[in-house]
């Protein structure tokens, strides 16, 4: 597994919501100083999100970004990337560290602290916890799990990194950390509704509203 140093700030691509292909989405965000960027893509066949993930895998590391892909180890094995978020009904971590190898960074989204203390024995690099709060990111969200539910997850996954998500924002961006995660992950509150220059604007404020 990688040695990872969680950024502050983990942005996520929605072509829908942003209305730019991904990679064009990575060279915004890594203009705003990203340096962690999640492909999150629900809609596209794998072959058209293969392209594009190859080609926002190249503009991220012209950026000096690193890029997981959300679910899909196959296409991030595929196009180059530099690991997988997996979700609770994806392929297993075991089996994604299996094909993409140690050097990969694994992620694993939980939704409660039961979730969270058995993904901090899996071959992981890090655990998500959320949503934090009510989010429109999702079609079906699990319950929200409030800062209290962050709290318990950093104490239930030791020194394993921590990444909070769902429906954060500057507002509330602090006070997540403040309980315990290393870094939060957002969709909404950097691309809705944004135009390209105020993409990479959202991306360096909440940077430096966060200390990164």
């Given at each position: 597994m ?6 502050r700030?983990y942005p ?21 100083g ?5 492909l ?13 993930a190859?080609?926002a895998?190249r503009?991220?590391?012209a950026?000096?970004a690193?890029?997981i ?13 530099d ?22 960074i ?7 602290v ?6 901090a024995?899996?071959p ?21 799990v409030?800062l209290?539910g ?13 990444v ?23 969709i ?16 360096r404020?909440l940077?430096?509203?966060l200390?990164?």
């Open positions: 990688s040695d990872l140093k969680l950024p700030v996520i691509t929605d072509v829908s919501l942003a209305g730019l292909g991904h990679a064009e989405q990575v060279t915004l965000l890594c203009e705003g990203a340096r962690l960027i999640q999150r893509e629900k809609r596209l066949p794998p072959r058209e999100f293969c392209r594009q190859e080609e895998v503009a991220a590391h950026g000096g690193r890029v892909v959300n679910d899909r180890a196959d296409i991030a094995l595929a196009a180059g990337a690991g997988v978020h997996l979700g609770q009904d994806d392929l297993t971590p075991e089996a994604a560290r299996r094909l993409l190898g140690r050097a990969a694994i992620g694993y989204s939980t939704h409660n039961e979730q969270a203390r058995e993904a024995a899996m992981v690099d890090y655990v998500a916890i959320g949503p934090v709060f009510a989010t429109a990111s999702k079609e079906r969200p699990d319950p929200a409030g209290e962050v709290r318990r997850a950093r104490a239930a996954i030791g020194r394993l990194p921590l909070a998500i769902g429906g954060i924002t500057r507002h509330n961006a602090r006070a997540v950390v403040a309980a315990g995660a290393d870094c939060v992950a957002v909404g509150a950097i691309l809705s509704p944004a135009s390209p220059p105020e993409i990479a604007q959202r991306t404020e940077l430096a509203l200390g990164d």
